[in-house]
C-alpha cells in the first residue's frame, strides 16, 4: 500500500493491498478476507414504505408484493402499448411486413433470483412464470421491437466460452507438412501431442508403440474417438508425450490433447459439434482427499462395540 | 487358411536341408500376440504330416510354474528333483504321437530301473515309456533315457526328427514357483527334467531340426516387453543355442489384414453391420494396431 497514489485508489488495488497484508490460504474464496463497499455483499433493503402519515405510498402495498404488482403493471401497460400500435396501423390500412423483430439470439431469461433481487421481495414458482409468460406474449406482437428496451432489462447474455479461446492456425515442419499442436491434462496426469498432416495413421507414445502402452481395449479407444469421430483415422502421424498417473488419466489427457490440436485441421462448424460431442470438454473429476479418522475418502474403519 | 511368410520361410529351410549334418536351430521371436506359436505349430503340422517323429514341448515356461507341488528327490541325481505329474503328462502326448516309431525302435542297452524292475537290450522303446507310466517316480529318468536313445539311433537315419519347443527361454531361467518346505525355492538348474531337455537341445544328433520360440509370457523377466532372443535367454541360454537362426515375426502387413478379415468375414464371425464397411475395417485396424491376438479377441465379441 505504500508509494500508491491515494487519488486514484481503485478497488483492484484494494484486493491486491488485502490479499497481500492478509494472506490466506483458505480453499473458499468466499471467506478469505476483504474490504468492499458494503453494497456489494449486504442483500438489498427496501426504502421507506410510509409517509408521515403513517399511510403506505405505493397504492399497491397491501397486495403484500408491491414491487412485484408494479412491474406486472408495467409490463401489461408495454403490451397495450404494443397492441393499440398495431391496431392503429391496421386502421390506417398499412401493412405489418417490414417491422424489424427484436433479437433474441445468444441471450436467455433471467432466473428467478435475479428477479427476486431486482423486486427486493419473494417470489413463488407461479409469480415468476407469470411474469415471463407475459414478457413472452409481448415479444409475440408485431410491434415488440418498441417495448425491446424494458425487455432486455430481464434477458442475460449466454457466454460463449468457444469463442474466447484462440485456435491456433496451422503450422509447416522442415519437409513442409501441416502439423498442429494441443496439450491437456486430466487427473493427473499430463499430455502433449503433435498432429502431422499426410501420414499414415502411425500413434506414438513417448516414442514407444500404441498397443504396448495402452494394452487396454477402453484406453485405446478413447484415444483414437476424436479422430474416428472426425472420420481421420488414417490422415495423421500422432506423436504423443504424457506422464504423470495412471493409464486411463494418460488417455484421457491424450483424447483431449488430440481433440484441441484437431481444431485446427477443421472447420468452425464442426469444432462446434465436437464440442457438442464433449470432445473439448476438461474432465473434472480430480481423486477426492483422505479425511482423517477413516481409512480413505469414503471407507471408514472397521467399527467395534469395544 | 493363413499360414504367413515366416513360417513358410522356415519350412523353406527345412526342404532344403542337408540332414546329413547336425541338426540346425531356428528361434522364432516377435511381440506377444504375433503369431510366434502358430507359427511354430503350422512347422509342426508340415513335419508331421511328412512322417517325421515329433519331440515337442508345449510350453517350457509353463514347467517352471505350473504343477509347483510337483517334486520328489531324484532317483538317479543326487542333489536334484524329478517332477513325475509334469513327465507322465509329457510322456502321455508323445506316445500319442510318435506310437510308431516307439514299437519300431529297440533299446541299445539294459536300463535298470530298481531292484526288481529293469528293461533288457533290444526291447522297443514303448515298453521303457510304459515303465515311466506305471512307474511315475521313474518317469523323468524315462525321458532321459527316451531322448539318449533317439539322439543315438538319429545317426542310424531311420526317422527323421522334429524337436519343437514354445518358450524355450523357460529351460534357461533362474527362478521357479515350486518351494520347498522352509521356504527353499528350487532353481531351473536342479529339475532334472530340464536337464534332459537342455541336453537334447545342444543338438549332436542329425537327421531333423529344432525348431524354437522364445517368449516373455509367464517369464520373471522385467521389463516385460523386451521380445530380443539374447535378452531373453541370456548370456548362458544363447552361449547353449549358438549358433542358430533367428526367425521374426512381425505383426499383420496390410494385405495379411485384409485376407484376415475376409477369413472372418467368410465363417460369419463378425456380426456387426458396421465393422463389415470399410469405415469398420480401419477402426478395427487401429484399435487392434495390426497385432493378430489382439484383432482375434475384438472380433470375438462384434
Known amino acids: ?306 | 487358411m493363413m499360414v504367413r511368410r515366416p513360417a513358410l520361410e522356415v519350412i523353406d529351410y527345412i526342404r532344403q536341408t542337408n540332414f546329413d549334418q547336425l541338426a540346425i536351430k531356428y528361434v522364432i521371436y516377435g511381440r506377444k500376440g504375433s503369431g510366434k506359436t502358430m507359427t511354430l505349430n503350422h512347422i509342426i503340422h508340415h513335419c508331421q504330416a511328412a512322417g517325421w517323429l515329433i519331440v515337442h514341448i508345449p510350453t517350457a515356461n509353463g514347467l517352471n510354474l505350473k504343477n509347483k507341488y510337483d517334486f520328489i528327490d531324484s532317483v538317479s541325481h543326487e542333489g536334484m528333483y524329478d517332477q513325475p505329474t509334469s513327465s507322465t503328462d509329457w510322456l502321455k502326448q508323445f506316445k500319442l504321437r510318435n506310437e510308431r516309431f516307439l514299437k519300431e525302435l529297440k533299446t541299445t542297452e539294459k536300463y535298470v530301473w530298481n531292484k526288481r524292475e529293469s528293461t533288457e537290450k533290444d526291447q522297443p522303446l514303448l515298453s521303457v515309456l510304459e515303465q515311466g507310466l506305471t512307474r511315475p517316480k521313474n518317469a523323468t529318468d524315462v525321458i532321459g533315457v527316451l531322448l539318449k536313445e533317439l539322439q543315438l539311433q538319429s545317426y542310424n537315419k531311420q526317422f527323421k526328427m522334429l524337436y519343437a519347443i514354445k518358450a524355450v527361454n523357460g529351460l534357461f531361467a533362474e527362478e521357479t514357483a515350486f518351494r520347498k518346505h522352509g521356504g527353499y525355492i528350487i532353481p531351473v538348474r536342479e529339475l532334472t527334467l530340464h536337464m534332459h531337455f537342455r541336453n537334447f537341445l545342444e543338438g549332436d544328433w542329425i537327421n531333423g531340426s529344432i525348431v524354437t520360440t522364445v517368449d516373455y509370457n509367464l517369464s520373471y523377466r522385467q521389463p516385460k516387453f523386451y521380445y530380443t532372443p539374447f535378452y531373453l535367454l541370456g548370456k548362458k541360454g544363447f552361449d547353449h543355442m549358438d549358433p542358430f537362426i533367428p526367425v521374426f515375426v512381425d505383426e499383420y502387413s496390410d494385405k495379411e489384414f485384409e485376407s484376415q478379415i475376409a477369413y472372418y468375414q467368410s465363417k460369419h464371425w463378425i456380426q456387426d453391420e458396421e465393422a463389415n464397411t470399410e469405415a469398420g475395417k480401419l477402426y478395427l485396424k487401429k484399435l487392434s494396431d495390426m497385432n493378430p491376438a489382439e484383432l482375434d479377441k475384438l472380433v470375438s465379441w462384434i
Open chain 1, 1 to 306: 500500500m505504500m508509494g500508491e497514489d491515494a487519488e486514484n485508489f481503485s478497488q483492484e488495488d484494494i484486493d491486491r493491498s488485502i490479499s497481500y497484508l492478509l494472506p490466506s490460504g483458505l480453499f473458499e474464496k468466499k471467506a478469505r478476507p476483504m474490504l468492499r463497499p458494503p453494497k456489494d455483499y449486504y442483500p438489498p433493503q427496501k426504502a421507506a414504505q410510509f409517509d408521515n402519515d403513517g399511510r403506505p405510498f405505493s397504492f399497491l402495498f397491501y397486495t403484500g408484493k408491491p414491487n412485484y404488482y408494479n412491474l406486472m403493471h408495467e409490463a401489461a401497460d408495454w403490451l397495450n402499448k404494443v397492441i393499440q400500435q398495431e391496431d392503429a396501423l391496421i386502421q390506417r390500412g398499412e401493412s405489418l411486413d417490414g417491422i424489424p423483430q427484436v433479437n433474441l439470439a445468444r441471450s436467455e431469461w433471467i432466473g428467478k433470483l435475479a428477479l427476486e433481487k431486482i423486486v427486493i421481495e419473494k417470489l413463488k414458482d407461479n409469480e415468476y412464470e407469470r411474469f415471463i409468460n407475459l414478457l413472452e406474449r409481448i415479444l409475440k406482437q408485431p410491434f415488440a421491437i418498441e417495448a425491446q428496451e424494458f425487455i432486455m432489462k430481464f434477458r442475460q447474455k449466454i457466454e460463449a466460452v468457444l469463442s474466447k479461446e484462440v485456435i491456433e492456425p496451422l503450422q509447416k515442419d522442415e519437409n513442409g507438412r501441416f502439423y498442429s499442436r494441443g496439450s491437456a491434462r486430466r487427473k493427473s496426469s499430463n499430455a502433449s501431442v503433435i498432429l502431422t498432416d499426410g501420414g499414415s495413421g502411425k500413434i506414438t507414445i513417448n516414442g514407444e508403440e500404441f498397443l504396448r502402452t495402452f494394452y487396454q481395449l477402453c484406453h485405446r479407444e478413447d484415444i483414437l474417438f476424436p479422430l474416428h469421430f472426425a472420420n481421420m483415422l488414417d490422415r495423421f502421424d500422432i506423436e504423443c508425450t504424457t506422464e504423470g498417473g495412471g493409464p486411463s488419466g494418460q488417455s484421457g489427457a491424450i483424447r483431449l490433447a488430440i481433440s484441441k490440436a484437431l481444431r485446427s485441421f477443421v472447420d468452425e462448424e464442426f469444432v462446434e459439434k465436437m464440442r457438442q460431442a464433449g470432445l473439448l470438454t476438461k474432465d473434472p473429476r480430480i481423486k477426492e482427499r483422505k479425511k482423517p479418522g477413516q481409512k480413505r475418502a469414503r471407507k471408514k474403519f472397521t467399527w467395534k462395540k469395544r
